[in-house]
């Protein structure tokens, strides 16, 4: 029952396209138009921390790896859920405009990986930053437009997203803790 629902809600998402979506979501969706983005991150961090810039990177980079591994080294392997655009129930109906990638997506990496930075960066700069709430946005078209694109299904953004959040706030408290015992400043607030 929620597999047929998950297809229903993936099939009707995936059919809102034009386009002009098609070439949005495809830039979107590229690592190339992220890296602009996460320099400017990088860049606020390094000018605001000092000392507890090299923290933040460690654990950027601990809470990509753990987020990646668990939805593409543990997950997709694990659970073998076919991509809507290789399932041949669905296939033929799945707009595909950017190729389907490889055969699993259970769970979305893209939505895991942006969700649990959104939610680190979020933490950091909650109390500096009144604009913060941009990066649920940002993480968010990101995944929708895996589902745009015919790679995933909608339950596989939802729960990467979930497993990147709970990354994005344990990796953060981890910071906190590790920045205590080293006396280095690591929050923003």
């Not at 669905?90 to 649990?116: L, M, V």
Request: proline share 3%; with cysteine.
């Amino acid at each position: 029952m929620i597999s047929g629902i998950d297809q229903s809600l993936t099939l009707f998402f995936n059919g809102l396209h034009s386009p002009f979506f098609d070439r949005f979501m495809l830039f979107i969706t590229t690592q190339e138009t992220w890296y602009l983005f996460y320099a400017f991150v990088l860049a606020y961090l390094g000018y605001h921390q000092k000392k507890g810039f090299i923290i933040s990177v460690i654990m950027i980079a601990l809470l990509i790896t753990l987020a990646d591994q668990t939805s593409s080294g543990f997950l997709k392997p694990t659970v073998k859920r076919l991509r809507p655009c290789h399932e041949p129930a669905i296939k033929e109906q799945i707009h595909n405009p950017g190729g389907c990638g490889g055969q699993y997506g259970f769970t979305s990496s893209h939505a895991s990986n942006h969700f649990a930075v959104a939610f680190f960066l979020f933490l950091l700069f909650r109390k500096r930053f009144k604009y913060t709430w941009v990066l649920f946005i940002w993480a968010g078209l990101i995944a929708y437009s895996r589902v745009y694109l015919g790679v995933h299904y909608l339950g596989d953004i939802l729960v990467g997203s979930i497993i990147g959040s709970v990354y994005g706030v344990l990796v953060y408290r981890f910071g906190i803790f590790l920045s205590e015992r080293l006396n280095w400043k690591f929050s923003l607030d």
